[in-house]
């Protein structure tokens, strides 16, 4: 008998619903960090995670698709990060999209086996701080830190060079200029001994070449630019958003 059938028999099956999803609905686990891959063998991100009590959501049944669909649209999500670069991530754009798809991932298979569906949406991600020590200062944390700070300084300001092909027959293209500045808004944090991440909340794109048609260079283009500027020093950045003269 599936789960619908037990709920459709009466009020206090219910219950029943409501005790697997109070059970699941606080937790822990960990997952890599996709969009950071690049940068080599990180550690996991560590969360606790808290959904809102069953007493909250619309329980639908649905006779004509024989499942339960529980309604968590527009409602939010409390997210605890167990560590220290679990709360740098999470204070990413990219890393708070990155732990709701991986709840509502989580969730989605576990109700499918039991003919549950979720009709998933979120207000907002709700970050509870952390209680543990963000970072215990050693020598080489120092060391590093210092490095990154004074890397970020002296990189803030820069030019690149972009190639731009009129066809793909073009043997002869014309050479932009752009200048980059980064926003003064950034954190340095070594998930490893030897690894420095800054992340940085803008980058704003300007042409030096205003008079020229398609003046612009696209946000991938620009960003890798940026990037490989920084791993020169051995420094890795990662850029929230992107501005200026850009598509």
Not at 32 to 61: A, H, K, M, T, W
Not at 80 to 93: G, R, V
Request: glycine share 4%.
């Amino acid at each position: 008998m599936k789960l619908l059938d037990l709920i459709n028999e009466g009020p206090q099956d219910y219950t029943k619903l409501e005790t697997f999803y109070n059970f699941h609905r606080k937790g822990k686990f960990k997952y890599n960090v996709v969009f950071l891959r690049d940068l080599g063998q990180l550690p996991p991100v560590e969360i606790e995670y808290e959904l809102l009590p069953f007493s909250e959501l619309r329980i639908v049944d649905s006779d004509a698709q024989d499942k339960v669909f529980i309604d968590y649209m527009y409602k939010q999500i409390k997210v605890k990060p167990l560590t220290a670069f679990s709360l740098e991530i999470l204070q990413t754009d990219h890393g708070r999209e990155a732990c709701i798809d991986k709840i509502m991932e989580y969730f989605e298979k576990l109700f499918k086996k039991r003919d549950i569906n979720f009709s998933w949406g979120y207000d907002k991600l709700h970050l509870i701080k952390t209680d543990e020590p963000l970072m215990e200062s050693t020598p080489s944390w120092d060391r590093n830190h210092k490095k990154g700070e004074t890397i970020f300084k002296f990189l803030k300001k820069g030019t690149f060079d972009v190639s731009f092909h009129i066809s793909h027959l073009d043997m002869n293209p014309e050479i932009r200029k752009f200048a980059y500045v980064l926003s003064d808004s950034h954190r340095i944090y070594q998930p490893g001994e030897n690894t420095v991440i800054i992340f940085c909340n803008n980058v704003e794109i300007k042409s030096m070449e205003p008079e020229v048609m398609n003046n612009r260079v696209s946000m991938e283009v620009a960003l890798k630019k940026v990037k490989k500027i920084f791993l020169r020093y051995n420094i890795n950045i990662e850029i929230q958003t992107i501005t200026g003269n850009v598509y």
